[in-house]
């Protein structure tokens, strides 16, 4: 029989030469795809070490898109849904009294602690911070305060409490037991949790509240918009295409990238740049990144390029969304509203 030391020295060695092998995709409908997109520009240790929720993943997809990635709308969506079913957020790492509370966790909300946490704060915060702890003109506002931001299952909290905080009870803060203070941390976060883009909260107001007709004097007027865009060409069809509240957003931000229903992408337009160096060659490509000091780019091969800008260089920009840019600054909420109501109409 091998000695114990002997079987441990080859478990290390095995367990050694496990981590030396390369990370692979993990195995399932959408592998080959992912491969192909995402491994022109990196290896797979740098995907496979994530894990995100899917529109964490879309996010990722759509800023690799703006940098040169490059594929079919039905390709990136197979991309979105493998990296979503194999890849989804990793749970933080347990220990026997409560998750980790790294800087860099999240604050994973038990709904029991958060039910119990709501009695706490209803019998001692209710009062100042509100039913829905976004306080009173005179309190603070819990779903902003850094405290409840940066706390991971009242590592935040319960110190800032432990100072002493006035309760609508009368008693100490620093009497609070470190359950109870768990339970609020739960109850706290799942508020910040209601006010995201997904929470309850959220929920779009009506925006279709504007004149079709002056939106379309507006369009072929003083917005000029109808020296890029024409309703029987190019908008044709669009207020049947998509909501109000998504026509408004595409309208004020053209630029926005993501994915529209039925996993269909939905691309912007790159920034194109020429590049004129100090011995007149000329290098051109869709933006990556400029700077006071530096600017860099992606080819027509995909080719990343990077150069140190000088006195001497000159650079071109072509971004399409330009004009969109300054009339942000023009805009007004009728004008806005009118637009839109006149897109809506274009069935």
Known sequence: MHSPSRMLRSVALFCSAALLLPAQFPDAPGKEVTQKVCGACHGPEVTVSKGRTRQQWAETIA????????????????????LTKTLPPKPSVATARRPSAGPMDVHIVDPAGADRGRSVYVAECVTCHGQ???GKDDTADLVRS??????????TIGPFLAKGHPLQSGRPSASLT??????LAHFLHQRVADTLRSGPYSKVLNVLTGDAKAGAAYFSGA??????????????????KYDPPTLQQ???????????RGGAMVQSKPVMVTVTLRSGTKVAGVLDRIDDFNISLRD??????????????KIDKQDPYAAHNELLDQYTDKNIHDV????????
């Open 63 to 82: 800023s690799m898109v703006s940098k040169g990635a490059k594929a079919t709308d039905t390709e990136f969506a197979q991309v979105l849904d493998y």
């Open 146 to 155: 850094i405290v409840v931001l940066h706390d991971r299952y009242g590592s």
């Open 223 to 240: 917005g000029k918009c109808s020296g890029c865009h024409s309703p029987t060409r190019d908008l044709a069809g669009i207020g049947a």
């Open 340 to 347: 839109v109501a006149y897109l809506a109409s274009l069935k």
């Open 178 to 183: 470190t359950q109870q203070v768990a339970d």
């Open 250 to 260: 595409r309208f004020l931000f053209p630029r926005a990238v993501g994915f529209a």
């Open 132 to 134: 829905r702890a976004r």
């Open 300 to 313: 027509s091969e995909g080719q990343y390029r990077s150069f140190e800008r000088t006195p001497e260089m």
